[in-house]
């Protein structure tokens, strides 16, 4: 069983950044692919990033691509989400996600375990 527990959202400006960080229980985190998610209101949750287990691979929703990186700290079973140039439409509940394996998969069902969610509110 895993926990992940996030933090660092928060109410920003538009073009200001945020670290989102989720932090795993267990032994093992290096064998698990992370993921992030965000899930507006009114919509349905959608893939944001992911990163290998080894953090040798990673993945982009496009409409991050240049503005978020994922990276993680195995040693601290810590996976991170820098945000930057943030607009309104980044507003969102955002969850990390974690499944043992190799891979980072960009959809979110092969995902065993969930956050619980931090709010990202970006004003305009």
């Known amino acids: 069983q895993v926990q992940l527990v996030e933090s660092g959202g928060g109410l920003v400006q538009a073009g200001g950044s945020l670290r989102l960080s989720c932090a795993a229980s267990g032994r093992t985190f290096g064998n698990y692919a992370m993921g992030w998610f965000r899930q507006a209101p009114g919509k349905e949750r959608e893939f944001v990033a992911a990163?290998?287990?080894?953090?040798?691979?990673?993945d982009y929703a496009d409409s991050v691509k240049g503005r978020f990186t994922v990276f993680r700290d195995n040693a601290k079973n810590t996976a991170y989400l820098q945000m930057r140039g943030l607009n309104p439409e980044d507003t969102a509940v955002y969850y990390c996600?974690?499944?043992?394996?190799?891979?980072?998969?960009?959809?979110?069902?092969?995902?065993?375990?969930w956050g619980q969610g931090t709010q990202v509110t970006v004003s305009s």
């Open positions: 996600a974690a499944r043992k394996g190799p891979s980072a998969p960009v959809t979110s069902s092969p995902y065993d375990y």
């Open positions: 990163i290998s287990g080894g953090a040798a691979n990673t």
